[in-house]
C-alpha cells in the first residue's frame, strides 16, 4: 500500500516558480503511474501530468512548456516544477499514484497542497 504526501505550495506572484514535491512509502507496481492532479474551488479535479514507470511524460495542453513533472527512484519523491505561474493555476494540487494497464488508473491519493497564483 503507497501513502503520498505533498509539500511545496504556496502563495507567489504571476509568472513565478514553485516547485511541489510528493514523498512516497510503500510498495509500487511495477508497472505504475503518478501523477499530479489539480481542484480549484468549485469545480471538478483536473488532471495536470503523469509520468509512468518507462519513464514517459504527458501534461495537460494548458501547462505544456511551464510545467515539469519528475520522479527521483532513489528518494521515492514525484516532484511538479512550475514556472511562469498564472492565476488560472490557483488551486490545490493532488499526488496520485496507479498502475498502466491500457491506460493509467489512480488508486491513491494524498491530501493535497495549496497553490494560490496572484495577479
Known amino acids: 500500500q503507497v501513502q503520498l504526501v505533498e509539500s511545496g505550495g504556496g502563495s507567489v506572484q504571476a509568472g513565478g516558480s514553485l516547485r511541489l514535491s510528493c514523498a512516497a512509502s510503500?510498495?509500487?507496481?511495477?508497472?505504475?503511474?503518478m501523477a499530479w492532479f489539480r481542484q480549484a474551488p468549485g469545480k471538478e479535479r483536473d488532471w495536470v501530468a503523469t509520468?509512468?514507470?518507462?519513464?514517459?511524460?504527458t501534461y495537460t495542453d494548458s501547462v505544456k512548456g511551464r510545467f515539469t513533472i519528475s520522479k527521483d527512484n532513489g528518494k521515492n519523491t514525484l516532484y511538479l516544477q512550475m514556472n511562469s505561474l498564472k492565476p488560472e493555476d490557483t488551486a490545490m494540487y493532488y499526488c496520485?499514484?496507479?498502475?498502466?494497464?491500457?491506460?493509467?488508473?489512480?488508486?491513491?491519493w494524498g491530501q493535497g497542497t495549496q497553490v494560490t497564483v496572484s495577479s
Open positions: 496520485a499514484a496507479g498502475r498502466s494497464v491500457f491506460r493509467c488508473v489512480y488508486n491513491t
Open positions: 510503500g510498495s509500487f507496481y511495477s508497472n505504475y503511474c
Open positions: 509520468v509512468k514507470y518507462d519513464g514517459t511524460t
